[in-house]
């Protein structure tokens, strides 16, 4: 949607913020287990990627990828030949995979992370990839901000820019700049300005986006066409009544908006719609539709008292000054009714960092504000898991029995037969830094990236997790000069 009056910086805060600032606000403690002569992995790790019981790759900061090809009993650091965060990371086999990052980066391995090739989307100037997802040796995919789709379908010789645009149709066309308008009149693409930070195929023809906004897309063709999923929240507000000719809240409803407002506070990715309504008989009284106006906007204020701040609230419709632009007939129209009442919309917007699938059918996206998303029809719809938390979950994974997420602050989840449930600290070793990714490389074998090098291990389907202890070569190519392999 073009620069809609967001600086840049601003925007690439808004996927780090999960990341690199609500992550990086964690305290951390640790202490260092590392021995003299072993590499340490001082590095915050984002992503991880698996295959079996035995291959695993992380990525994090500073160009950073760790290996392991023995379930982590020793590592070797790769030379990735770059010093940008690598945000995403994905492996079609125990030899071929891919890792995407900061300004446009996209290399490619052929023989399992020990050397990279760089590969390059069309798309100019270079967007900031968030992730990856290699569903074979051939096809892959990869998000970005600006709205950024690519995909190849020849292991990455070329990438097809696929990215969401916007047309005249699109809602957020009347907001382009006139150097975004200028570029559209001359056929050019202007990308929809939307973070997209995960993507996901279970096969060629099954995929999904986690995006910011609260926005879910899906595909069952193969990327051809992408359909929004619908977010299903629990949260509905009553429509609010008003005597005669009054915009006041009534008192005997202040109680209800009590209540509204202390939800809405708590519950950061709701924003609210309000919209008010006058009769006809009150327009022949006071010779304008601004009544309606007040009545929104008397409960918009009452909210934003009780703590709900004002970028989350919004008036509908509010009546025009310029009014000879406007066909006022319709718009009254559209203001009249035959009760005198404010209608309150809660629109679902939780910013969404991670998204993964059991198989066509069953998924998790993770979110800020505590948010666990759960589909169990392709993702046409999704439902909220009462996990009983406010802070940030950064990934979730299927295991053999059990949904995994985890997130800020060392907090995690797992959903078994009996529900969502905190892990003993018998089972999960205690963190107060973040946890940014986890994976399994089968339904037995899992992984738990994060802060400051934090490693976890499953080896039986997420029942219990232990740290690792990363032992090995300081570099990939180092070690091998020096040993001369």
Not at 72 to 89: E, F, H, M, R, V
Not at 105 to 115: A, E, H, K, N, S
Not at 215 to 233: A, M, N
Not at 384 to 412: N, W
């Amino acid at each position: 949607m073009g620069t809609v009056h967001r600086t840049g910086l601003a925007r690439i805060l808004g996927f780090v913020a999960g990341v690199l600032i609500f992550a990086g606000c964690s305290e951390h403690h640790f202490e260092d287990p590392y021995a003299e002569g072993e590499i340490a992995v001082p590095d915050d790790l984002y992503a991880a990627a698996a295959v079996g019981k035995n291959h695993f790759w992380a990525s994090g900061y500073f160009g950073s990828i760790y290996r392991t090809t023995d379930a982590g009993a020793s590592w070797k650091k790769l030379d990735t030949d770059t010093d940008k965060p690598i945000y995403g990371i994905s492996f079609a086999d125990e030899k071929i995979g891919w890792a995407v990052g900061q300004r446009g980066f996209i290399v490619r391995t052929q023989d399992g992370g020990m050397t990279w090739e760089h590969q390059f989307t069309p798309r100019k100037p270079a967007r900031h990839m968030f992730a990856v997802h290699a569903i074979d040796t051939q096809n892959v995919w990869a998000v970005s901000d600006w709205g950024g789709i690519y995909k190849t379908t020849n292991g990455g010789e070329s990438w097809e820019d696929l990215s969401f645009t916007v047309d005249d149709t699109h809602p957020t066309f009347k907001y382009l700049n006139e150097a975004e308008l200028a570029a559209y009149e001359r056929g050019e693409k202007v990308y929809d300005d939307v973070y997209l930070n995960d993507i996901y195929f279970t096969d060629l023809q099954h995929g999904w986006i986690a995006a910011e906004y609260g926005l879910i897309f899906r595909t069952s063709d193969g990327g051809q066409t992408w359909e929004k999923g619908k977010v299903q929240g629990d949260v509905n507000f009553p429509e609010v009544n008003f005597p005669s000719m009054e915009s006041k809240v009534p008192r005997d409803l202040w109680d209800a908006l009590f209540e509204a407002a202390e939800l809405l506070v708590e519950k950061q990715y709701l924003r609210v719609r309000i919209e008010g309504f006058m009769t006809a008989a009150e327009y022949a009284t006071r010779g304008d539709t601004f009544l309606a106006d007040e009545r929104a906007e008397k409960i918009r204020d009452f909210l934003e008292g009780e703590g709900v701040t004002q970028d989350r609230l919004r008036v509908l419709n509010p009546t025009p000054f310029d009014e000879e632009s406007v066909d006022m007939n319709a718009f009254r129209a559209k203001k009249f009714s035959s009760r005198r009442y404010a209608k309150i919309n809660v629109i679902e917007t939780p910013f969404l960092f991670d998204v993964k699938f059991k198989d066509s059918q069953n998924g998790v996206i993770t979110g800020l504000g505590g948010v666990v998303l759960t589909s169990a029809d392709g993702g046409a719809t999704w439902q909220y898991a009462e996990t009983d938390s406010h802070l940030a979950f950064f990934s979730g994974a299927f295991a053999k029995d059990r949904m995994i997420v985890v997130g800020d602050r060392g907090q995690q989840r797992a959903r078994t037969t009996g529900g969502w449930a905190e892990y003993d600290v018998a089972k999960f070793p205690e963190t107060f830094g973040y946890m940014r990714d986890v994976v399994f490389g089968d339904e037995n074998h899992g992984w738990i990236v994060g802060a400051e090098g934090f490693i976890l291990r499953s080896s039986n389907g997420g029942d219990s997790w232990e740290q690792v202890k990363v032992t090995g070569r300081q570099s990939a190519s180092n070690a091998d000069a020096e040993t001369g392999e």
